[in-house]
């Protein structure tokens, strides 16, 4: 038997495959995670088209090939720790809880950080998640170092503070640009040399606080 969302979930998976989504984890988690039920039902239309959604409070949820693409090149394997910097609803949380070891996710707006906790545990997700309300825009170093770090925000620059918190061999993956576009930014720290490489083009939120685009 079918359950809710899953032949729509079943055209999301077809789709996120033709669009070069090849890591077979991110594929099973987003399969199995009930993507609906992190959009607040006021926005429940077309759920699993490849577009973002509002989900109140002048924030999105990313399209799904974003979420996936940006898991991918994370490179999890299962025993990471992650820090995510921007929860939202909590989606690609629960997408990064089921490839990772663990997460420590930051969320700027407190209502947002308490749904977020909130959808994760109705689902049973939250166990390897830290739920954090703040600003994250300089990481969260109490948890420091991270194996993978994902910005979900659009941010002027890099935060040094961000590459300090990886761990050697660690990925860092952020939007950086100006208010409306962005370059899609990945970051491999080798022992103390960083690469970094344009992966994609995107529009993200902007990133606020003190390394965002309202430092006062
Ligand atoms: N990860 C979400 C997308 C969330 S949109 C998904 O599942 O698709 C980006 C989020 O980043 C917004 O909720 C916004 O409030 C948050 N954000 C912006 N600046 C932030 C900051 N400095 N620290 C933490 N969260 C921030």
């Given at each position: 038997?079918?359950?809710?969302?899953?032949?729509?979930?079943?055209?999301?998976?077809?789709?996120l495959?033709?669009?070069?989504i090849r890591d077979e984890?991110?594929?099973a988690?987003m399969?199995?995670?009930?993507?609906?039920?992190?959009?607040?039902?006021?926005?429940?239309t077309d759920?699993?088209?490849?577009?973002p959604?509002?989900?109140?409070?002048?924030?999105t949820?990313?399209q799904?090939?974003?979420t996936?693409?940006?898991?991918q090149?994370?490179e999890?394997?299962?025993?990471?720790?992650?820090?995510?910097?921007?929860?939202?609803c909590?989606?690609?949380?629960?997408?990064?809880a089921q490839?990772?070891?663990?997460v420590?996710?930051?969320?700027y707006?407190?209502?947002?950080?308490?749904?977020?906790?909130?959808?994760?545990?109705r689902?049973?997700l939250?166990?390897?998640?830290?739920?954090l309300s703040?600003?994250?825009s300089?990481?969260?170093?109490?948890h420091?170092p991270?194996?993978?770090?994902?910005v979900?925000?659009?941010?002027?620059?890099?935060?040094q503070?961000?590459l300090?918190q990886?761990d050697?061999?660690?990925?860092?993956?952020?939007p950086?640009g100006?208010?409306?576009?962005?370059?899609?930014?990945?970051i491999?720290r080798?022992?103390?040399?960083?690469?970094s490489?344009t992966v994609?083009?995107c529009?993200?939120?902007?990133?606020?606080?003190?390394?965002?685009?309202?430092?006062?």
């Amino acid at each position: 038997m079918k359950t809710e969302g899953a032949s729509d979930r079943d055209h999301m998976i077809r789709l996120l495959r033709r669009r070069g989504i090849r890591d077979e984890r991110v594929i099973a988690a987003m399969d199995a995670i009930p993507r609906e039920q992190f959009i607040p039902e006021a926005f429940r239309t077309d759920t699993y088209g490849d577009h973002p959604i509002s989900i109140g409070f002048g924030q999105t949820i990313s399209q799904p090939w974003m979420t996936a693409f940006m898991t991918q090149v994370l490179e999890l394997r299962g025993s990471e720790r992650v820090l995510e910097i921007g929860t939202g609803c909590g989606y690609h949380t629960a997408v990064l809880a089921q490839t990772a070891a663990s997460v420590v996710t930051i969320e700027y707006i407190p209502e947002l950080a308490a749904v977020a906790e909130e959808n994760l545990r109705r689902l049973g997700l939250e166990k390897n998640v830290t739920f954090l309300s703040g600003d994250g825009s300089g990481g969260v170093p109490e948890h420091a170092p991270y194996d993978a770090i994902l910005v979900a925000a659009g941010a002027p620059s890099t935060p040094q503070a961000l590459l300090d918190q990886l761990d050697s061999d660690g990925r860092l993956v952020i939007p950086v640009g100006s208010l409306d576009d962005q370059e899609l930014r990945l970051i491999t720290r080798h022992g103390n040399a960083f690469q970094s490489e344009t992966v994609s083009l995107c529009r993200f939120v902007p990133l606020r606080g003190s390394e965002g685009w309202d430092p006062s």
